[in-house]
């Protein structure tokens, strides 16, 4: 956990945070083998400070997603992690490269130490089975010891910890609202009490209010669970809110990782700043957002949307 | 110009679950008029009827009470068969609204015959060609690919070009941006505005992102469970929300100015009491009652809408009569 000083002292930070780090991804590379290749993640590098929340911020298809599946070993042909290595500093044992893990090693890390809240809820969950017998599954797989009875207080448990009435486990995913669904993958997540959560835009498909709900959630469990949490979106004004720290990523390749009050108050990537213009502040003043000429009122900068295929890269 | 006006619209639903039949009320009395060179923005969490008041203005749902009434320039309430000459609709999803199979050309080509500006093969092809240059796309490298040659911020463009197309006057742009990359939905937004201001188009931007809602659109609508809950000017109801679920989607909308998570840890009044599928609740009162820390006596009755501003109103027991400063000032002193 960072202090939330914007004051930053890069050296004694950077080493604090080496000391107590859960995963540190050094020179991460992952390419897709097609024709022509594709370079989707490019020499990344980050540490996650344990109980730190981490943004992972860009545009759709920079590579925030590939980033995250390179880490929990999900990515499948035809990416291939090329360079770099991926260690999880383990709270109870020696440190592991992730990248060297095979089969059995592999299982029992994923979801113990590292679980995963997926994008789109709504699909991620089976939609032929109850709730229950999904969490179950984690359960059996992961612990076969586990009595019945123990793994049905744990299910119950964990619904407490998300704020769903534990009554709902026997339902099936379409019998919950968007909002249930999204909170029951995180009871899942949570499951087994991992030291790092990666939530791949976990509440993009969400209302606001809705979202605000699921966002304290993670807070607050954070604080009672001190897990770490890497949390993927490209809504930027909500990893300012959230984040320790956050990471910009353009075109696979992170091109700026700061406090988050460095990244709004002094972005020094171009990239930076043009995302934080993309968001007009709710309260604030027009920033490049000025919608000219229509009413007397806003008519001050008439020039700025000259050029609306400025903002496309494409 | 064609000014669109909306009155007591209401849209009833019918839900079969077994062998129960009830009734889901999506649209519950909404008033309001598009007028030539404004936008009107409409906004609410999913399910709260925003884009059934869409669909019906497009005319692609009737209906069950109320009116949707559209009067030409000449003053002359425009027919139903020439309704669609006048409103058009952008959806929400680039990706599903194009047809894959057709090109570009002929995505803006049908309209233009269909709608009649365009008589001859040449005058088709030079308004395709105009159309595009509108939307910032050249005709010569976009006109003949197919839907997905184009990126999502393309496509958009072409939808917009496409509601343009029969020469409407008020376009319906339902949710026009939340599929596109965040780094274009300015360009496209921006676009729109200026396409309004060349053409003086009437606008009904909907959207639940209320802070492109405030910088993008004159007035604004809030909608709650089918009901228009506050209405007013866009920076007053931002800036000032009066109704109880204002204030809420505004403290819950994402807002840099408020970095730091204190206001997050902080437990308040503002989670949702339930999160289930709504019921069917016409008659019972201010539909907001379950949800609001105001909640009174009062609420068992529908309230109607008080003015609390200029050109403000908010439909809640807490400003009968008018806007009455010690009501306001306890509610946002609450809220902070």
Redesign the interface.
């Known amino acids: 956990m960072t202090t939330t000083s914007p004051v930053s002292r890069p050296i004694s930070d950077s080493r604090r945070r080496a000391a107590a780090s859960v995963l540190t991804v050094e020179h991460l590379d992952v390419v897709y083998q097609v024709e022509p290749p594709v370079h989707a993640v490019k020499d990344v590098s980050l540490v996650l400070g344990r109980g730190e929340i981490l943004g992972l911020a860009g545009e759709s298809g920079c590579g925030k997603t590939t980033l995250a599946y390179a880490i929990n070993r999900l990515h499948r042909p035809p990416a291939e992690v090329t360079h770099g290595s991926v260690t999880f500093h383990d709270r109870e044992g020696p440190d592991l490269d992730l990248l060297a893990l095979q089969k059995e090693d592999l299982r029992r890390f994923r979801w113990a130490k590292l679980s995963m809240v997926f994008q789109g809820a709504m699909n991620a969950l089976n939609p032929v089975t109850s709730v229950r017998a999904q969490l179950d599954d984690v359960l059996t797989t992961h612990v076969p010891a586990m009595s019945r009875s123990a793994r049905r207080a744990r299910c119950t448990e964990v619904f407490e910890l998300v704020g769903v009435d534990p009554g709902r486990l026997d339902s099936y995913p379409h019998e919950l609202s968007g909002g249930m669904r999204q909170r029951v993958m995180i009871a899942m997540a949570l499951l087994l009490n991992p030291q790092v959560m990666i939530m791949d835009e976990p509440t993009t498909a969400l209302d606001v209010v809705v979202q605000r709900g699921i966002l304290r959630e993670i807070l607050r469990l954070r604080q009672e669970l001190g897990f770490s949490v890497i949390f993927i979106t490209h809504d930027l004004p909500l990893l300012l809110e959230l984040s320790d720290r956050i990471a910009i990523m353009l075109d696979g390749e992170i091109v700026e990782i700061a406090s988050a009050d460095e990244i709004y108050l002094r972005p020094q990537h171009p990239y930076t700043r043009k995302l934080l213009d993309a968001f007009p502040s709710l309260t604030g003043e027009r920033g490049a957002f000025i919608r000219s000429g229509a009413s007397s009122s806003r008519d001050q900068q008439p020039d700025v949307d000259s050029d609306p295929d400025g903002m496309d890269p494409r | 110009m064609t000014t669109l006006e909306v009155k007591n619209l209401v849209k009833d639903f019918s839900i079969r679950s077994g062998w129960h039949r009830s009734t889901l009320r999506a649209v519950d009395d909404v008033s309001f008029t598009l007028v030539p060179?404004?936008?009107v923005a409409l906004v609410g969490?999913?399910g709260s009827g925003k884009s059934t008041v869409a669909r019906m203005i497009a005319r692609l749902e009737r209906p069950t009470a109320g009116e949707i009434v559209a009067t030409a320039p000449d003053g002359r309430q425009v027919a139903n068969r020439r309704f669609r000459d006048h409103v058009q609709m952008v959806f929400q999803d680039p990706f599903a609204s194009l047809n894959p199979f057709h090109t570009i050309e002929h995505h803006l080509a049908r309209p233009l015959r269909l709608h009649g500006p365009a008589k001859s093969r040449a005058e088709v092809e030079a308004l395709v060609e105009e159309l595009l240059a509108r939307v910032?796309l050249s005709a010569d490298s976009i006109a003949y690919r197919r839907p997905h040659e184009l990126?999502g911020?393309?496509r958009q463009r072409v939808a917009i070009a496409r509601a343009l197309a029969p020469g409407a006057q008020v376009i319906i742009a339902d949710e026009p941006v939340s599929m596109l990359?965040?780094?274009?939905?300015?360009?496209?937004?921006?676009?729109l505005?200026?396409l309004?201001?060349e053409d003086n188009l009437a606008v009904l931007y909907i959207t639940?992102d209320?802070?492109?809602a405030?910088?993008?659109s004159?007035n604004i609508l809030v909608m709650y469970r089918g009901r228009v809950v506050e209405r007013g000017p866009a920076d007053e109801v931002?800036?000032h929300p009066k109704h109880p679920y204002t204030q809420?989607?505004?403290?819950?909308?994402?807002?840099?100015?408020?970095?730091?998570?204190s206001h997050?840890?902080v437990?308040g009044s503002?989670?949702?009491v339930s999160?289930?599928?709504r019921e069917a609740r016409a008659d019972s009162g201010c539909n907001f009652q379950d949800r609001c820390a105001f909640a009174m006596d009062a609420c068992a009755e529908v309230p109607p809408d008080f003015a609390v501003g200029d050109d403000h109103f908010a439909k809640c027991w807490l400003y009968p009569g008018d806007a009455g400063a010690p009501a306001r000032e306890r509610i946002r002193g609450s809220s902070a």
């Open positions: 060179g404004r936008t969490e999913s910032n990126s911020g393309q990359d965040v780094s274009i939905r300015l360009g496209v937004l921006n676009l505005a200026r309004q201001r639940h209320l802070a492109t405030r910088h993008f004159d931002i800036l809420l989607l505004a403290a819950a909308a994402p807002n840099p100015e408020r970095r730091g998570r997050l840890t437990s503002i989670e949702p999160d289930g599928p």
